[in-house]
Structure formats: structure tokens, C-alpha cells
């Protein structure tokens, strides 16, 4: 073991038995290792590879063609005609805007939501299993049947909750999901019905990882309850916050099935979605380039947006350990 | 006065309880109630939770309405054919993603988080190009292909999981008997991994059978519908439908991932945490 061959990395020193000296010579166990490894990666890579890393890179380069969704197509290369289309399209930019609007709500509110329902799942109160079980409900759902029940909750006519605000003595005949100035409110209250309980076990178990002994000592300093939760809960959950507020909203705005089959984005383009515009752009309108525009656009946005969002809470975690230091 | 703080305390706490039960357990409930109620009560002006009368053939007449049974089919048949290649692909392959360090790891790594960030929509384009081309789509087989790429990540992700929970001095100990590294596969590591296999499958499963996206874009003539397609078509603005039997078609529709969700409970927050910790 002592040969040098300086270029190779350090192996893991073979374990003191007889047979490991009659082995092949390290550097062909390392070839023969290494292509044992690519045979049993590749049945998983070749999909992956075919179906979705390629086409991502072709729906890069269709939203520089003219690509229609036609039986032959002939597409062009019009460099960047389609996003200088894009800006001045207003319609994108409203749904864009209603997207925003969507995903910033969901995603605050799931979190507010599912922070709260951790802090009473983890303080020992009865009920747990039943609220558990029931937690986990709408993440069991398909959407389609999430946005069938709903529709039948937002029922004008013979629907729960008209009926519950008329027993209430409130207006009982609001059409929740067809009215301009409720529809979007209307769906982003299903967003955060169906996103909270992935939000609430990831905080729930966050919320078990903090060590009793801070509470305790916080409590010995005499806090309250509000000021454990602000000084002690909220640092300690930190980085898990950062990681699930992230991946919600990344989730919500690229969101597409549960709203298609509640609104369709109406009444009157007040819940579409930038998800849905793209889709009825490429398969209703026939424009594929104009529409993978669209989509690299979105793609663009979201992704500086979380590069802004994961370096401030970086920047704001860095001044936090130096004040911890100083 | 600070026992009765306490107790006023605890008392707000089980009323915040209260609210979120009624919130996350209502809608289902009333979906369960509707399914059980003559259509005369759903149009009525008198709502209720519990029906007046109990219809259970509102559960007879959806399975008797057109599609809905030959769409549930088509529902088993992709999402079993993609779990079945799901598990075969990813079970090599997440022993290598678990058990080799290095470059590997962080590409494969790198690529299940990437894939949670674009939308599908961008992909949908080209890939229903490409699948036209080699005339798969309005396909069962095309869906299934597409499925299983796009269940891949996240299985990957669980197996992996489980395989790094497996202790590598079993293996070492399978090699010095003289076993090569494909039979310390077959006859150590695999047998290990079954409760890590039923529930990536499981998973695969509930994914394949509650999508909705591909399954709308890819598939075209009715008798290729999934189960939530055919769904969302009662719905639409096509004719107007019996609320009693679409909502028992939606209770039996969503009845396999309740199933799931039950039994996984535990495990499947345990590795979801993980994924979304690290992410």
C-alpha cells in the first residue's frame, strides 16, 4: 500500500485480513468501482437526463423561436423578439402581479398558520392524534378533489359557508369564487388550507429539536411566554423558517392545478395565475416560444428573488453571531 | 391569579385548537356529507352536515357514470407501471447517491433541489415536442414515462435515505465471505431496504395517481383520461352534474393517498423534514 501513485485519492485503508492482500491492485478496484457505480446510476439518469434536463434546456432555447404548436412545425430563431413582446405585454404582467400577490400570501400565512397549530401541537394539550391525523389531510388530497370540495364550501347557493354567515345575520349571498373582489382571496385561502401541513410537521419538529433547558433558562430570567417565543422559539427555528419559507413560495408560485380547476383563472383574469397565462398561451393560443418565454422569465424572477431573500437572512444570521461574539 | 392566568391560557389555547380542527377537517368532512345526500337536499336551501336522508347510491352511480371506472383504471395503470420502474431505477442508484462521497452525491444532490425550482410549465413544451414526435403522446405509456422521470427526484431522495441507515460493516462483512458487490446487493443490502422500498413505492404511487398537470397536457381522448381528469371535466363548464355522485367519485378518488398518509404518517415527515431542513 505504500507504492506511490500520488494522483490518486486516498483509499480507505483495506481491513487486516488475509484475503484483502490478493485483491486487485488499487487503482483497477478503483476503475472497477467507478464504473460499477455509472452502471447502476445510469437507468436512473438516462430518464432524467432524456425527459427532464433536456427539455429544460429546449424550452430555453424555444423562447428564442417563433415555435408554434402546429402538426409541422418550422420554427425560426428571432433572438430576443419574444421577450421584447413580453415587456410590453400587459396582460403577462397583471398575472404576473396576481402570482406575486398569491404566493407572498400563501406562503406568509401558511407560515403564520402552520406556526401557530406547531406551538399548540408541541405545548401537551389533548386531542393531538385527532389534530395530527387531520394536519395531514390535505396534503393526502389529489387537487382536483381539494378544489371539488372547496368549490362546494364556496357554493352560493347551497353552500356551508353562505349558509353559516346567514345564520350569523351576515350577507348570505356572496359567489365566493365568481366575484371580482373575493375570488382571489377565495383561492388563496385554499392555497394555505393545502400547504399547511407540510409547513406545520417540518415546524412542529423544528420546535422538538430546541433544547428545553433555553426555555427553562429564559423562564428563570423571568420571560413571559410572548418574550420566550420572540427571544428563544424564533432564533432557534431560524434556519428551518428560511428553508420553508423558500420552498414554499417557490411551490405556490409555480402552483397551477388546484386553481385551474377552481376559477380557470377568472372571473376576469382575477386569479390567473402566471402558471395558467403561460399554459393557455402555449396550448390554447398555439404561441410554444412566446409562451417558453414566458416561462423562463418566471423562472428568472423567482430565482433572483430567492437569491435576494437567502442572502439577506445569510446577512442578518452573520450580524446575529457577531452580536452573540461581541 | 396565576393559576387562573394559567388556566385562561390553556383554555385560549383549546379554542385556537378548536378553529384549526374545524378548519383542516371541515371541508372533508362536508365532501363526505354531500357524497351521502339526494340531490334534492345538495340544491336546497336547508344545509346540514348530516343529510337528511342517507343516499349511499350516489357511490353506485358514479361508479356507474361513463369513464369514471376505465379512468380509475387508467389512474392504476400508470401510477403502478411508474412505481414499478420508479423503484427499479432508483433502487441501484440511491445506493450509490447514499454510499459514495465525492462529486456524484452533490450532482445528484444538486438536481433533486433544482428540479423543485422550475416549473413544469417551461418543461412541458419540448418534452410534449419531443414526446409527439415519437408518438407518445395522448399515451398511457408516454405518462407513465413522464411520471416516473418526474417522481424520480424525491424517491431517490428517500431511498437514499434508508440506505444510509443501513451499516456499511454489513456489507464489508458480505465481501470478505467472498461475495462480489452485486451479490452483497442482492442478498444484504436489498433485503435491508423493503421498508424503505414500501414506502418510496407507496409514495410513487400517490404522486402518479393524484397528478394532474402532465396527465391535462399529454392526454387528449377521453378513454386516455386519468381519474382527476375525468374529475375536473364533471366540473367544468361542460353540462351541469349530479353534486351527490361527483362528490362520492371524489371521496373514492382521493381514498388511496388517506390510506398512504395514515400508514406513513411518522416516517414520512421524519424524511420530508430532512429534505426540507437540508434544502
Known sequence: ?326 | MRVLAQQLVRLAQYVALACYIVFLGFPLLWLISASVKSSAELNSLVVSLLPQEWHWENYADALARQGLVSSAGNSAIVALASTALVILVALPASYVLARLKGAIRAAGVGWILVSQVFPVVLVILPLFLVLRTIGLTDSLVGLTLVHTTYTLPFALWMLQGYVAAIPVDLEEAGAMDGGNRLVVLRRIVFPLLAPGVVATAMFSFVSSWNEFFFALVLLQSPENYTLPITLSTFIGGEGKVALGPLAAGSVLAAIPSIVFFSIMQKKLTGGLMAGAVKG
Open chain 1, 1 to 326: 500500500m505504500t507504492v506511490a501513485t500520488s494522483s490518486r485519492p486516498p483509499t480507505p485503508v483495506p481491513r487486516q485480513g488475509g484475503r484483502s492482500d490478493r485483491r486487485r491492485a488499487p487503482s483497477g478496484l478503483d476503475r472497477a468501482r467507478r464504473r460499477e457505480a455509472a452502471a447502476l446510476v445510469m437507468p436512473s439518469l438516462l430518464p432524467i437526463l432524456v425527459l427532464s434536463v433536456a427539455p429544460l434546456l429546449m424550452g430555453v432555447l424555444l423562447a428564442f423561436t417563433d415555435a408554434e404548436l402546429v402538426r409541422r412545425p418550422d420554427y425560426q430563431f428571432v433572438g430576443v423578439d419574444n421577450f421584447v413582446r413580453l415587456a410590453g405585454n400587459s396582460f403577462f404582467w397583471d398575472s404576473f402581479r396576481i402570482g406575486m400577490i398569491w404566493a407572498v400570501a400563501v406562503t406568509l400565512l401558511q407560515l403564520v398558520a402552520a406556526l401557530g397549530l406547531a406551538q399548540l401541537l408541541n405545548s401537551g394539550l389533548r386531542l393531538q392524534g385527532l389534530t395530527r391525523v387531520l394536519a395531514l389531510i390535505p396534503w393526502a388530497m389529489p387537487p382536483v378533489v381539494v378544489a371539488i370540495m372547496w368549490k362546494m364550501i364556496y357554493s352560493p347557493n347551497a353552500g356551508p359557508l353562505n349558509a353559516f354567515l346567514g345564520s350569523l345575520g351576515l350577507p348570505d349571498d356572496i359567489n365566493w369564487l365568481a366575484d371580482f373582489s373575493t375570488a382571489l382571496p377565495a383561492v388563496i385561502v385554499v392555497g394555505v388550507w393545502v400547504g399547511m401541513p407540510q409547513t406545520t410537521v417540518t415546524l412542529l419538529a423544528g420546535l422538538q429539536q430546541i433544547p428545553a433547558e433555553l426555555h427553562e433558562a429564559a423562564a428563570m430570567d423571568g420571560a413571559g411566554a410572548w418574550r420566550r417565543f420572540w427571544a428563544v422559539t424564533l432564533p432557534s427555528l431560524r434556519p428551518i423558517l428560511t428553508s420553508i419559507t423558500s420552498l414554499n413560495f417557490i411551490w405556490n408560485f409555480n402552483s397551477f392545478s388546484l386553481v385551474y380547476v377552481l376559477t380557470e383563472g377568472g372571473p376576469g383574469g382575477r386569479t390567473m395565475l402566471p402558471m395558467l397565462f403561460t399554459y393557455l398561451e402555449a396550448f390554447k393560443n398555439r404561441n410554444i416560444g412566446y409562451a417558453a418565454a414566458m416561462g423562463v422569465v418566471l423562472v428568472v424572477v423567482v430565482v433572483l428573488l430567492l437569491a435576494v431573500y437567502l442572502r439577506s437572512q445569510l446577512r442578518d444570521d452573520r450580524v446575529e453571531t457577531k452580536k452573540k461574539e461581541g
